[in-house]
């Protein structure tokens, strides 16, 4: 069963699969903001089991569909751009930027008001430190900790090797 909250403004290019959340005065589906590209609504897929707490924000794909995969757990004020690809089970704490067409690795978690550059790929079981800035330039290795502004390795992420999930 899906719950989407009576505030929340979902465009028509988007699919939600079942037992999904969709909090309150989120926004699903808004055209890319990529100059040029606004007219390119390619729409947005949210996968089974996914949570949306509240203000979340996702915008169409313009080349391609904005993919949130299954079980993934975004948090309020959180901002997926357009083309964006999260894989499996990812966690998206508060406050966090991802833009366009950035990749999200299995696993992975992202703490609060991080930012990830667009077109960059983050590996499967990662953890992204509270207000972390991942650029084009950080090297990224999967199961790993990253912290700091810009980001900096920091450790490896042997919780469960996560992107073995």
């Known amino acids: 069963m899906k719950i989407i909250h009576e505030t929340a403004i979902i465009y028509p290019n988007v699919i939600i699969e079942d037992d999904v959340y969709i909090g ?24 089974q089991g996914t949570r949306l707490t509240g203000f979340v924000t996702i915008d169409s794909g313009a080349e391609g569909v904005t993919y949130i995969g299954k079980n993934c757990y975004i ?15 990812v966690t998206i704490s508060a406050g966090v930027c991802l833009a366009g067409m950035v990749e999200i690795g299995k696993g992975t978690n992202i703490g609060m008001n991080a930012s990830v550059h667009q077109k960059v790929s983050v590996p499967g079981g ?39 999930l």
Do not use: F
């Not at 309150?24 to 996968?47: D, F, Q």
């Not at 509270?130 to 084009?136: A, C, D, L, N, R």
């Open 126 to 164: 990662c953890m992204i430190g509270m207000g972390t800035v991942i650029t084009k330039k950080t090297r990224l290795q999967s199961d790993s900790k990253y912290a700091g502004v810009p980001a900096k390795y920091i450790g490896s992420n042997d919780r469960n090797h996560l992107s073995q």
């Open 75 to 89: 948090m309020k004020h959180t901002y997926i751009a357009h083309d964006c690809y999260l894989r499996d089970n």
């Open 24 to 47: 309150p005065y989120c926004v699903i589906g808004a055209p890319p903001e990529w100059k040029g590209k606004e007219s390119n609504s390619k729409g947005v897929y949210i996968g």
